[in-house]
């Protein structure tokens, strides 16, 4: 086995920005090199690969598409995860899976950040074939699964929330955005440093990884106009007035304290990180 970091979604978001930083310690993989639904292509590839740690990025990430094309989600992000982690297991290689805040739902009371030990309650095809791909993750044994949320980076050709705004105010004067979802949008940028951060000091088990403090959708749309100086006025709307296929959780903000405790590192806020994002973008 040799020292090579492997990634897969090498051309998405997180993918693309782990193999970034990792630069020629990185094998990166995109879709046509490693297919998610090609189990023959998954086990060949890591046979004649054999790399030391085995980070996924790939995924089904399309939540709306997902609610009326569960096969094809299930099997991206269930069952071509139980067979890495089976291979991983074999090979052992350690097992790196990218989860999301998204396996979480109804809370009750006062909502709090969410810990890593707080119950999930999925409730999209998207989020069930998450958490499912989780507990696959789980039967490697050398396995660190990582939630996040909100990713946006990697430029104006990646599909994110704050790449949607931009370029809907460029045609809209005025946009409905939810107000009545809190969670922690965050910069692919900051994601994978501390993925990459937890590999090196050898954590497995379960971490929660995100910018930190919290916002809802709506307001994070007009940050990202007063950052832009667009004027595109943003009305509050409810999930319901929004009417999206797929459910998703009113509060899914998740806990730090468990990564900080882990790595002595605090993440940077949501706010710092958009600030940082738009400032790169405009020189990507
Ligand atoms: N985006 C987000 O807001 C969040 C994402 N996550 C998780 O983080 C991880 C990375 O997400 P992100 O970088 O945003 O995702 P992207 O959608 O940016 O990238 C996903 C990558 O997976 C590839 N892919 C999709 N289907 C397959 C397949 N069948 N076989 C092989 N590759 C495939 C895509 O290839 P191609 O480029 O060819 O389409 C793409 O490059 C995923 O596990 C996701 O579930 C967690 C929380 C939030
Ligand atoms: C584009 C748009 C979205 N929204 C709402 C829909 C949704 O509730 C919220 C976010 O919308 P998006 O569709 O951009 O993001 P969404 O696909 O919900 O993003 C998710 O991606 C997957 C992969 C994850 O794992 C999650 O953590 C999450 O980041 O904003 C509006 O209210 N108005 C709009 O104009």
């Not at 100086?229 to 797929?246: D, K, L, M, Q």
Request: overall charge negative; aromatic content about 8%; proline content about 5%.
């Amino acid at each position: 086995m040799n020292s090579t970091i492997a990634i897969t979604g090498a051309a998405g978001q997180l993918g693309g920005e782990l193999a970034k930083q990792l630069g020629g310690a990185a094998a990166s993989l995109t879709r046509s090199q490693f297919d998610l639904s090609d189990d023959d292509s998954i086990r060949r590839v890591l046979a004649e690969l054999r790399p030391s740690v085995l980070i996924n990025c790939a995924a089904y990430t399309a939540v709306d598409m997902a609610e009326t094309d569960a096969d094809a989600c299930f099997r991206a992000n269930a069952k071509a995860v139980a067979t890495m982690a089976e291979l991983c297991h074999d090979l052992n290689i350690r097992f790196v899976q990218i989860s999301t805040d998204y396996v979480f739902d109804a809370y009750a009371g006062i909502p709090t950040p969410l810990s890593e030990e707080t119950p999930t309650s999925p409730q999209g095809i998207y989020a069930q074939s998450k958490l499912q791909g989780e507990l696959a993750a789980a039967t490697a044994p050398n396995h660190l699964i990582v939630r996040t949320c909100g990713l946006y980076g990697g430029g104006p050709t990646k599909r994110n929330f704050v790449e949607t705004m931009i370029r809907l105010s460029e045609s809209k004067p005025e946009l409905r955005v939810v107000n009545d979802q809190r969670c922690t949008p965050s910069y692919c940028r900051d994601v994978a440093t501390a993925v990459l951060r937890l590999i090196r000091q050898d954590a497995t088990g379960l971490y929660h990884v995100t910018n930190s403090e919290s916002v809802t959708w709506y307001d994070m749309a007009q940050e990202v106009f007063s950052l832009t100086r667009r004027s595109t006025h943003v009305h509050p709307i409810t999930t319901t007035e929004y009417g999206a296929p797929a459910p998703r959780p009113a509060y899914s903000v998740l806990s730090l304290n468990k990564y900080a405790q882990a790595t002595g590192q605090e993440m940077p806020t949501w706010r710092d990180a958009l600030q940082r994002y738009l400032a790169d973008r405009r020189f990507a």
